[in-house]
C-alpha cells in the first residue's frame, strides 16, 4: 500500500484520558492493569471522573437556572446511573424498564420524566404510581392515565411533548420538525391540552426535543429559541401554569476528524436571554436541558484484545475479540450515512508513533460491517495487545446486538 498518509482517515482528538509509561490511564489506572481487574476483554469502562468533570463545565458554561437532567438511552448501566443521579437534577426515561433503572439509583420521582412513543398502559401506570412526570406524546395516552390517576388516587403528573413546527438544523438525527412519531404536532397541542383539562390531569408544562447529535452550536440556540417561543405561544391554551419547560438537548460530541467541540458559550447566553424572559412569562417554570450522549459519550472507552494478525494481500488486519455485537455505532452501523472511524488507540503502546503502513481493526463476525478502525496509522501491534476506541461512552453496549453469532457479552464497568 502506498497511500499517501494525508488522505487516510485520521483520528478525531481524544481529550479526556491522559497516559503514562505507555499506557492510558482510565479511572488513574494503567489499562492493562484495569483489564486485569476485570477479568476478560471486551469491556466497556466508563470513568466517572471525567462524567463529573463533564457535568461542572457545562455548569460552569450555563445560566445557574438552567437545571440539567441525564437522558438514560445514552447509558442505562446502572451504576453509571446512580453516579451521575447525584450530580444532576433528574433522570429522563424512555421506558418502565429504564424507570426502574432510575428510582433505584436513587432518583428523586419529583425529577423523573418519562418520553417515548407506543408507551404501554402498562408503563403509564408504573408512572403515575411513581409520581414521576409523563410526557404525553398521543391523545391515546390521556385514558389509561386518567384510569390510573383514578384508582391509584393520584392526579398523573404530565407535560406534552410537542412536535414543533420547525427543524433542528444540522442534527445527526432530527426527531422534531415535519412528520414524526414523536410527540403531538404543535398545531393539535391546543386541542389536547383542553382534554388534559378535562380529563383531570395535572398539567405541568412543555417537553420539545428537536434533534440528537449536534455540533453547532447557532442551532442549537436558535432552536432552543424557538422551542421557547412556541411553549409561550402554546401556554395560553394549558390549564395551569407551566412549571417545567424542558427545552430537549442534542448536544454532539466530536467523533470523527475534522469534528470540533461543541462551543458551550453561545448556547449559555441564548439560555441566559430565555431565563430571564421566562422568569417574566413563564415565573413559576423551571428550565431544563436533558442530555444524554454529550454527558457521558466521551467519558467512555471500549476496550478489546487483539486475537490474531492477518495479512491480506499486503494489507494488516488486526483481528479482536470486540466488535460490532458489543459497539454497532463504532462500526459505522447506527445510524452513520458513511462509514468513518471512533478514534483508536493501541491502549498498552501510547506514545509509540504510528507505523508507516495503515492497519485495519477487525472483530471476531463473520460479516464485512464487523469493522472498528478502518485503514488507521497505529502503532506496530502484538497478539495480546489492547485496543480501545474512544467515544463510546454513549450508545454503545445497550445500542448492540449482543446476541448476533452468538459471542461472550460485553462487560461494563464504572472506573
Ligand atoms: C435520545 C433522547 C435524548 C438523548 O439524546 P442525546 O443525543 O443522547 O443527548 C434526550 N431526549 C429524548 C426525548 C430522546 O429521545
Known sequence: MNTPAR???????????????????????????????????????????????????????????????????????????????????????ASAGELQVALDAGADPRHVSFAGPGKRDAELRQAVAAGILVNVESFRELAPLAEASATLGMPARVAVRVNPDFELKSSGMKMGGGPKPFGVDAEQVPEL??????????????????????????????????????????????????????????????????????????????????????????????IVLELGRYLVGEAGIYVCRITDIKISRGHTYLVTDGGLHHHLSASGNFGQVIRKNYPVAIGNRMGTPPAAEPVSVVGPLCTPLDVIADRMLLPAAQIGDLVAIFQSGAYGASASPQAFLGHPQVVEILA
Request: no cysteine; proline share 8%; net charge negative.
Open 7 to 93: 488522505s487516510l482517515p485520521a483520528h478525531a482528538p481524544q481529550t479526556v484520558f491522559a497516559d503514562a509509561d505507555g499506557e492510558l490511564l482510565v479511572g488513574g489506572q494503567p489499562l492493562s492493569r484495569l483489564a486485569a481487574r476485570v477479568g476478560q476483554t471486551p469491556f466497556y469502562a466508563y470513568d466517572r471522573d471525567a462524567i463529573a468533570r463533564r457535568v461542572a463545565e457545562l455548569r460552569a458554561a450555563l445560566p445557574p437556572a438552567i437545571e440539567l437532567h441525564y437522558a438514560m438511552k445514552a447509558n442505562p448501566m446502572p451504576a453509571l446511573v446512580g453516579h451521575l443521579a447525584h450530580l444532576v437534577d433528574g433522570i429522563d426515561v
Open 193 to 286: 391540552l383542553a382534554a388534559i383539562g378535562r380529563a383531570g390531569l395535572a398539567f405541568e408544562g412543555f417537553h420539545l426535543f428537536a434533534g440528537s447529535q449536534n455540533l453547532k452550536a447557532e442551532a442549537i440556540v436558535e432552536a432552543q429559541r424557538k422551542s421557547f417561543d412556541l411553549a409561550l405561544r402554546l401556554a395560553e391554551h394549558a390549564p395551569a401554569p407551566v412549571r417545567t419547560l424542558n427545552l430537549g438537548g442534542g448536544f454532539g460530541i466530536p467523533y470523527f476528524p475534522g469534528e470540533p467541540a461543541l462551543d458551550l458559550a453561545p448556547i449559555g447566553a441564548g439560555l441566559a436571554d430565555i431565563a430571564a424572559a421566562a422568569a417574566h412569562a413563564l415565573p413559576e417554570a423551571r
